[in-house]
């Protein structure tokens, strides 16, 4: 009898296993003369983000718009457009300790990569090494519907032939947690990567 306790794991990317230098989008406010937290509020702004993460806008689409919000802020378009450009090219870190625990995850259940992306995830993945790090990645640009609503998280686990209450859910947005629970899932609002070995040690035992 399978006595693991969990059929498949479901896990965010940004602030589990991919870390973004949080100081650098406000050091591109400062080198274009801006008040830090501008290109953040227009790249991050709730309607234009939920657009990108959806796929009503292609990544392409929503970054021209972020240029657009920001042009009169940079004093030309030209210079919103050199700004959108110098933030498309940061990249974050990824959190080698993560992939590896995943990695030795994956020898006894799937682990499905489930983000709120734009059109981009599937390429960055690939210039990050990520791309054969998963067996599933569920990309919400892709499927119309953004965490917290919980399509996400059934569509997530029948990508790998799981119930959802025999998911375990990882996440950095506690009401993304909060919201698979109420789904079925089993959650956890990820801290640090100790936390995460506590609670998967079962399936590796």
């Known amino acids: 009898m399978d006595t693991l306790p969990f059929d498949a794991v479901l896990c965010d990317f940004d602030g589990v296993v991919h870390l973004w230098d949080p100081d650098g989008i406000n050091s591109l406010d400062r080198a274009w003369g801006l008040t830090e937290g501008t290109l953040a509020a ?23 718009q972020v240029a657009q919000v920001l042009a009169p802020v940079c004093g030309s378009p030209e210079q919103a457009r050199e700004l959108v450009k110098a933030w498309s090219g940061l990249t974050g870190r990824v959190d080698t300790d993560v992939v ?21 995830l599937e390429a960055y993945l690939a210039a990050i090494g990520l791309d054969e790090a998963f067996d599933a990645v569920i990309n919400t640009a892709r499927i119309g519907v953004a965490k917290p609503d919980r399509r ?26 909060t919201a698979a629970q109420a789904a079925g899932a089993t959650g956890v609002h990820y801290q640090h990567i100790e936390q995460l070995r506590a609670v998967v040690s079962p399936l590796l035992d």
Not at 101 to 110: D, G, K
């Open 100 to 120: 590896e625990l995943l990695a030795a995850l994956r020898t006894r259940v799937p682990v499905v990569l489930v983000s709120n992306a734009t059109t981009r």
């Open 152 to 177: 996400v998280f059934d569509i997530a686990a029948q990508r790998v032939g799981a119930h959802l209450k025999r998911c375990l859910f990882v996440d950095d947005t506690a009401g993304h947690v």
């Open 42 to 64: 227009a790249a991050f702004d709730g309607d234009l983000l939920q657009a990108a993460v959806t796929g009503r806008l292609s990544d392409e689409q929503w970054r021209r």
